[in-house]
């Protein structure tokens, strides 16, 4: 086995660890977000094409590690979620408890929730009909917020 082999067995592995802690994250979603959807299924069919690319391009046990790896992690990828969770939001795996995300603001205008995530204001967005559903839901979790407030 040379070195080349090794360093991506240990990529391989990393990345299984950190996908299956963000879809256990993941998993904790109340209230999931509908925005984006419709076009998840593309990232898994590019886990997929870069399967077949090592399929094609390695030998022997490798050949088959680079191929199984990366469709179990597109099929991981595709069950990720985004949301409301009771500990705070989730964006793809990553959860901001409520706590860090400091001010919440809820915007009817394009139906998102704002907050700042590192210093840097970030939006989460849902579906119209979602609206209440995520208003009521930070309503009961005590949830900081502009709009919440001038109701």
């Known amino acids: 086995m040379d070195i080349q082999n090794l360093i991506l067995y240990v990529f391989d ?5 950190a996908f299956a802690r963000m879809l256990m994250v993941s998993n904790t979603v109340k209230i999931e ?12 069919v590019l886990f997929i094409v870069i399967a077949i690319i090592g399929f094609v391009r390695y030998e022997g046990v490798f050949r088959i590690v680079q191929f199984i790896i990366p469709i179990i992690l597109g099929m ?16 793809m795996g990553s959860l901001i408890k409520f706590h860090k995300a400091g001010q919440v603001t809820l915007s009817r205008s394009d139906n998102s929730i704002y907050f700042v995530r590192n210093k840097i204001t970030t939006a989460l967005f849902f579906e ?7 208003r009521n839901f930070l309503k009961e979790h005590s949830v900081k917020s502009d709009y919440l407030k001038k109701i």
């Open 33 to 44: 977000t509908k925005v984006g959807n419709k076009m998840k299924w593309m990232i898994p």
């Open 13 to 17: 592995a990393v990345m299984l660890v």
């Open 76 to 91: 991981m990828y595709y069950f990720m979620k985004s949301g409301l969770s009771d500990e705070g939001i989730v964006m």
């Open 128 to 134: 119209e009909d979602q609206f209440d559903e995520v």
